[in-house]
């Protein structure tokens, strides 16, 4: 596979995983303070920060660390809060 294929093919996965993050936060199947929710958000800024990197898009790879951040950020919190975290919904 051609390596800006493969860039591309990351940074479209990134996409799809916050896209489908935001649909299952809109249709209430996830809330903010969902582990899950902020692992799609991750997940998806770090395909994004990936591609955007290797593209040399700095704009877009800034916006995307700062999701990542927050992101870590959020999932930090609510771990700590829940110290018996059992199920990533809740």
């Known amino acids: 596979m051609e390596e800006s294929i493969l860039f591309s093919l990351i940074g479209w ?3 799809l ?25 991750f997940f998806g800024s770090l395909g994004l920060i990936i ?3 290797l ?14 951040g927050i992101s870590i950020a959020y999932i930090v919190k609510i771990l700590k809060t829940k110290p018996d975290y059992k199920d990533l919904r809740n």
Do not use: R
């Open 51 to 53: 591609s955007t990197f």
């Open 55 to 68: 593209t040399e898009c700095w704009p877009a790879l800034t916006l995307f660390l700062i999701f990542a």
């Open 13 to 15: 996965i990134g996409v």
């Open 17 to 41: 995983l916050i896209v489908i993050a935001y649909i299952l936060f809109f249709t209430k199947k996830l809330k903010i303070n969902y582990v899950l929710y902020h692992l799609l958000n």
